[in-house]
């Protein structure tokens, strides 16, 4: 009696706990399946259409494999058009079908490369981390709501994707480099960086400048306890701080919008002395303040130089209206596409 007691007791036990584990492998099935639900097929060309690769679902490190065997069915120098319809995109995933697009465009060919995600809008917007809240949000008055539609979404789509990368740096982080770049709502780091988490220590502030207790503190922690080995300054075109410096905003009595942006008095004062970067920007026919962002880029670098002269800096641009990010080459004192980056005359980017 005693013994078929204690089994009875025990019983409820045992079935709580494989009803947990059969619960948490139900759980990761399906995060893996949809994952990896990606169908990729290849549409044979007809008279009017070239042959055509479409992609449907999400497009994740699981869908690689697929993906890989399609495009490999591709007749070397056959031009292609690649449809993605997607929901998800990961960065595994883009890297292999950029590299083939890349590989068989060397044959001689083109490929298209058509982006058509599915969102509440319907194809034709940008990727989901591309994309506004507008594109695939419903229209909301209440003030909260997109950034919390916007949590929801991460939470329904991304975070199971994530948390592998985030749980192996849950103690600690280790950036490759210190970004300073603005706070306008356009310029998103990581996204014109392609980075993830852990990839960059960011700062963001009116103007991009490397200026203040604030901006002090965290470039201090970046160097001596992260020991970032590079530091960058990113301006972008049709800055509204630079507007205001050409405007008189930093001379226009008080107020801490005022005592900040005279913290960009010497990048006006520079550009106006004839600053080789100012030169080279306005003869590249970008406007006066384009000219005087980049200008700032250069003061803020040397701002930076004089302080932690022993790291790598860099200057870049992000150019809004082309959505390209261009190198400072202090050389020449112009801001070029990453690929003409020392070698070559700059490309026009204005406009």
Same mark, same amino acid.
Request: one cysteine or more; proline letters at 7%; a negative charge.
């Given at each position: 009696?005693?013994?078929?007691?204690?089994?009875?007791?025990?019983?409820?036990?045992t079935?709580?706990?494989?009803?947990?584990l059969?619960?948490?492998?139900?759980? !990761? +099935?399906?995060?893996?399946?949809?994952?990896?639900?990606a169908? @990729?097929?290849?549409?044979?060309?007809t008279g009017?259409?070239?042959?055509r690769?479409?992609v449907?679902?999400?497009? /994740?490190?699981?869908?690689?494999?697929?993906?890989?065997?399609?495009?490999?069915?591709?007749?070397?120098?056959?031009?292609?058009?690649?449809?993605l319809?997607?929901?998800? %995109?990961?960065?595994?995933?883009?890297?292999?079908?950029?590299?083939?697009?890349?590989?068989?465009?060397a $044959?001689? $060919?083109?490929?298209e490369?058509? /982006?058509? #995600?599915?969102?509440?809008?319907?194809?034709?917007?940008?990727?989901?981390?591309?994309?506004?809240?507008?594109?695939?949000?419903?229209?909301?008055?209440?003030?909260h709501?997109p950034? &919390?539609?916007?949590?929801?979404?991460?939470?329904?789509?991304?975070?199971?994707?994530?948390?592998?990368?985030?749980?192996?740096? *849950?103690?600690?982080?280790?950036?490759?480099?210190?970004l300073? $770049?603005?706070?306008?709502?356009? @310029?998103? #780091? /990581?996204?014109?960086?392609?980075s993830?988490?852990?990839? &960059?220590? $960011?700062v963001?502030?009116? !103007?991009?400048?490397?200026?203040?207790?604030?901006?002090?503190a965290?470039?201090q922690?970046?160097? *001596?306890?992260?020991?970032?080995?590079?530091?960058?300054?990113?301006?972008?075109?049709a800055?509204?701080?630079?507007r205001?410096?050409?405007? !008189?905003?930093?001379?226009?009595?008080?107020?801490?919008?005022?005592?900040? &942006?005279?913290?960009?008095?010497?990048? %006006?004062?520079?550009?106006?002395?004839?600053?080789?970067?100012?030169?080279?920007? %306005?003869?590249?026919?970008?406007?006066?303040?384009?000219?005087? *962002?980049?200008?700032?880029?250069?003061?803020?670098?040397?701002? &930076?130089?004089?302080q932690?002269?022993?790291r790598?800096?860099?200057?870049?641009?992000?150019?809004? #209206?082309?959505?390209?990010?261009?190198?400072?080459?202090?050389?020449?004192?112009e +801001?070029?596409?990453?690929e003409?980056h020392?070698?070559?005359?700059?490309?026009?980017?204005?406009?």
């Amino acid at each position: 009696m005693i013994r078929t007691a204690s089994w009875s007791a025990r019983a409820p036990r045992t079935d709580l706990l494989e009803g947990v584990l059969i619960g948490l492998a139900l759980a !990761g +099935f399906r995060t893996l399946h949809r994952a990896g639900r990606a169908r @990729v097929r290849i549409e044979e060309p007809t008279g009017s259409t070239p042959r055509r690769v479409v992609v449907e679902g999400a497009l /994740s490190f699981l869908s690689v494999p697929a993906l890989s065997r399609t495009l490999a069915a591709v007749p070397p120098g056959e031009p292609v058009r690649v449809d993605l319809v997607v929901d998800y %995109l990961d960065h595994a995933a883009f890297d292999h079908l950029h590299t083939w697009t890349r590989r068989h465009r060397a $044959t001689g $060919t083109w490929v298209e490369v058509v /982006s058509e #995600p599915v969102t509440a809008d319907g194809p034709g917007t940008p990727f989901p981390g591309y994309a506004t809240w507008s594109h695939w949000q419903e229209a909301d008055h209440r003030q909260h709501r997109p950034i &919390l539609a916007g949590v929801a979404a991460y939470h329904a789509e991304g975070a199971e994707l994530m948390r592998p990368t985030l749980r192996g740096m *849950a103690d600690g982080q280790s950036p490759h480099g210190l970004l300073l $770049t603005c706070s306008d709502s356009r @310029v998103q #780091p /990581s996204v014109i960086t392609r980075s993830g988490p852990g990839d &960059l220590f $960011t700062v963001q502030n009116v !103007g991009n400048l490397a200026a203040g207790t604030a901006v002090d503190a965290a470039v201090q922690y970046a160097t *001596a306890v992260l020991d970032v080995p590079l530091i960058a300054v990113c301006g972008h075109s049709a800055c509204g701080a630079m507007r205001g410096l050409l405007d !008189g905003a930093a001379d226009a009595g008080e107020g801490a919008l005022t005592e900040w &942006l005279r913290h960009g008095s010497p990048s %006006l004062a520079a550009l106006r002395a004839g600053h080789p970067v100012g030169r080279a920007a %306005l003869a590249a026919g970008f406007g006066e303040a384009d000219a005087l *962002a980049m200008v700032n880029v250069a003061v803020q670098l040397g701002v &930076l130089r004089a302080q932690h002269g022993d790291r790598a800096l860099h200057g870049l641009f992000f150019h809004i #209206p082309t959505a390209r990010v261009l190198v400072l080459d202090e050389d020449t004192h112009e +801001f070029r596409p990453p690929e003409q980056h020392g070698a070559g005359p700059a490309r026009e980017y204005p406009g």
